[in-house]
């Protein structure tokens, strides 16, 4: 696979963007790619995926205040007409590597809602290490929502149904 990520910066957040629309039209968030083209930390961060100069997909990480020892995967997706065909675990593997080479954290995590017939689903529960459900949150968006946690450095410790903030991140995300 000749997959390539280059990191979202000013001259390119447009098309991270395009792509979150496409993958999740109800749910955009067009400020996080502009805070992170301006952001230096490696621990706040988005990739385009491209295969050869086409672009795919999007992946990224953030850390959350309220977990030191963990990243959080942020929009991690591929286009409807790249899937099947192995990308998706490629990148996700591939997003694992770049949390394990940074070397300050113990987990990548990730929030996600269960449905049916969902192929992320399948992809998550061969990769990750742990899943649980996450019930926090008063709101029947969230009442399928899963913790999905990989073990970087070895340490096994669920993230225990700590309370996430969710529903107010998305329903403030609609650009």
Same mark, same amino acid.
């Given at each position: 696979?000749?997959?390539?990520? *280059?990191?979202?910066?000013?001259?390119? !957040?447009?098309?991270?963007?395009? $792509?979150?629309?496409?993958?999740?039209?109800?749910?955009?968030?067009? %400020?996080?790619? $502009?805070?992170?083209?301006?952001?230096?930390?490696?621990?706040?961060?988005?990739? $385009?995926?491209?295969?050869? /100069?086409?672009?795919?997909?999007?992946?990224?990480? +953030?850390? /959350?205040?309220?977990?030191?020892?963990?990243?959080?995967?942020?929009?991690?997706?591929?286009?409807? /007409? !790249? %899937?099947?065909?192995?990308?998706? @675990? *490629?990148?996700?593997?591939?997003?694992?590597? !770049?949390?394990? *080479?940074?070397?300050?954290? /113990?987990?990548?995590?990730?929030?996600?809602?269960?449905?049916?017939? %969902?192929?992320?689903?399948?992809? +998550?529960?061969?990769?990750?290490?742990?899943?649980?459900?996450?019930? @926090?949150?008063?709101?029947?968006?969230?009442?399928?929502?899963? $913790?999905?946690?990989?073990?970087?450095?070895?340490?096994?410790?669920?993230?225990?149904?700590?309370?996430?903030?969710?529903?107010? +991140?998305?329903?403030?995300? %609609?650009?």
């Amino acid at each position: 696979m000749l997959l390539s990520y *280059k990191k979202v910066d000013n001259n390119n !957040y447009k098309i991270a963007f395009n $792509i979150q629309k496409q993958l999740w039209p109800d749910e955009t968030d067009l %400020r996080n790619f $502009i805070d992170k083209a301006n952001d230096t930390r490696e621990d706040n961060i988005s990739f $385009i995926v491209y295969l050869d /100069e086409k672009p795919i997909g999007i992946t990224g990480v +953030y850390k /959350e205040d309220i977990d030191d020892d963990s990243l959080w995967l942020d929009w991690f997706g591929i286009l409807h /007409e !790249y %899937r099947g065909r192995g990308y998706g @675990k *490629k990148v996700l593997l591939d997003t694992i590597d !770049y949390c394990k *080479k940074l070397n300050n954290y /113990e987990y990548l995590r990730l929030d996600t809602i269960y449905w049916d017939g %969902r192929p992320a689903i399948y992809l +998550y529960d061969n990769v990750m290490t742990f899943k649980e459900k996450y019930t @926090k949150e008063n709101n029947d968006d969230f009442k399928n929502c899963w $913790i999905y946690t990989y073990s970087l450095n070895g340490k096994n410790e669920l993230w225990n149904n700590r309370f996430l903030g969710l529903t107010d +991140y998305y329903l403030n995300c %609609r650009d």
